[in-house]
């Protein structure tokens, strides 16, 4: 090959390359959206997803945890409550603190998008609208004699006489699992209870505090008695234990 050629084809590789742009020489990155750090995401749909659906749920149903696309909780708990539950966790539970003024990692701005996201995809405005539910947060410690008088009215229904699921006066098709079970009962709080009992089981033909069968609500003083009568079923060292042979 002559060498003006070699100089001419050189000229016209020179050429292209100029018309192309120095953004698009080989090996340097094109033009890409801003990746943003993990403090400035803002949607709902990821931040429930990168920290809320492992337990609650991809749709806030049917995870480990208490299920939050459930109007009722939403509104009876309400708006400050939820932020607090997210930012700070509670004590002696499995829901870990999400915000950083409780050690998480969310800012304040990332947690209120969680939850009035909850509100805005899973709450009802108006669904306690005339409704008188009992307090968020039980004022006494609740008598438990009191509260297993109180769930054989209220609960023995599905839940048994004595809350093992199975009774002589359960109707079939209608028990479920044992509600005393020390397994149970270790794992969630007495607000867990609580929070159940008023708001329901979306999803696993729970009524909230106004559905019994009875056609009567409980009041907040059936709520707390029931809970104390609940928590008075924990055992101090629940699973099973070793054999003597181990221990």
Known sequence: MKTSSVGMMMAAALLTLGSMGCSHLPGKPGFRPETLRPD?????????????????????????????????????????????????????SAMLAFGRSGGGLLTDEQVEHIVDGMITHWGKPDVLNNANPPAYTAASEGDAAQGKAAFQTYCARCHGADGKGTSPGVQPGDAIGSIVDPTYLALITDQGLRDIAVSGMPGEGMPDWRGDATGKSMTDQDVTDIVAWLASQRIQFPGQPFSKSRQ
């Open 40 to 92: 400035q995401q803002l949607g709902f749909a990821l931040l429930y997803k990168s920290n809320c659906s492992g337990c609650h749920g991809d749709n806030g149903l049917n995870g480990a945890a208490l299920p939050l696309d459930n109007p009722v909780y939403l509104g009876w708990a309400g708006r400050e409550h939820l932020i607090q539950i997210v930012a700070n966790g509670v004590p002696q």
